[in-house]
């Protein structure tokens, strides 16, 4: 019996803590121990602080900038070592290449660089039509890259060059047949078995100018979700994170393009 009180008043007890506890203004109202802090609306709620938020996600874009770097490090790799091993066949497969298309897409992103970096410090208390301007002039160099590109990939099929069950060394075996090229760089004929080496030349070309064309095709779209927020004024509160990001991207791309330039051409 002395045990069956003792445990009904510790129960009162406890009862009465809880009363007292519910009684209390910060247990009732679930308030912060600390006062609460205000965060922009851009701010998601896992981050302390803006600044937090924005190192994460720069971070994290490098991250993914480094695994694009081994990527197409490889690809390069394997371009240097079939030239050091097919030299002839790559340098008379390289004449088959504009060197003035070339130059003129290097140009076009270069200039669409700059205006990627234009987009990156629009920030604060500038316009929305300043803000998706230069956006859209990137888009559109954009789009003038790769139309570019496609009459260079189609004077490719004319040819035969696409590697495949079509592919024809009828310009490396016999130059002259070629004219436009033949009267450029002399190119004296090359034995059959050296001329089918050509043939990974154009698999390598094709492989790595298609995937960077489809990164191009990426940032293309990433920037039309860009230009339809920036329109709704979505870069002027100062929150360019986005931007300074795909800014990156963009530049990176550039960049592999500059190389890709410098190896086939």
Not at 65 to 71: G, N
Not at 101 to 113: K, Q, Y
Not at 174 to 190: F, G, I, L
Request: net charge negative.
């Amino acid at each position: 019996m002395d045990h069956e009180a003792y445990d009904y008043e510790w129960l009162e007890r406890q009862k009465e803590k809880e009363v007292t506890m519910s009684d209390s203004p910060a247990i009732a109202h679930s308030a912060p121990v600390e006062g609460h802090h205000e965060h922009p609306s851009y701010q998601r709620h896992h981050f302390e602080t803006y600044e937090q938020q924005a190192d994460t996600t720069n971070f994290a874009m490098w991250l993914f900038l480094l695994t694009e770097i081994m990527f197409f490090g490889g690809l390069f790799m394997a371009y240097l070592i079939y030239r050091n091993w097919y030299y002839p066949a790559f340098v008379a497969a390289s004449h088959q290449l504009s060197i003035v298309w070339g130059t003129c897409n290097t140009a076009v992103l270069i200039s669409s660089s700059f205006t990627m970096a234009m987009g990156g410090v629009v920030r604060g208390d500038a316009a929305p039509g300043r803000a998706g301007a230069v956006l859209v002039l990137t888009f559109l160099l954009g789009l003038v890259f790769l139309g570019i590109k496609t009459i260079e990939y189609t004077e490719k099929i004319e040819k035969h060059h696409v590697p495949g069950f079509h592919y024809s060394v009828q310009a490396f075996t016999n130059p002259a047949s070629d004219p436009d090229t033949y009267k450029e760089y002399k190119d004296k004929p090359m034995p059959l078995d050296m001329a089918r080496h050509t043939e990974i030349y154009f698999f390598l070309y094709f492989a790595m100018t298609g995937m960077h064309a489809l990164h191009m095709i990426i940032g293309i779209a990433i920037l039309g979700f860009m230009i339809f927020r920036a329109r709704a004024g979505a870069y002027t509160t100062g929150h360019v994170t986005f931007v300074e990001n795909f800014g990156l991207y963009w530049h990176f791309v550039d960049i592999i393009w500059i190389f890709l330039f410098r190896c086939f051409t």
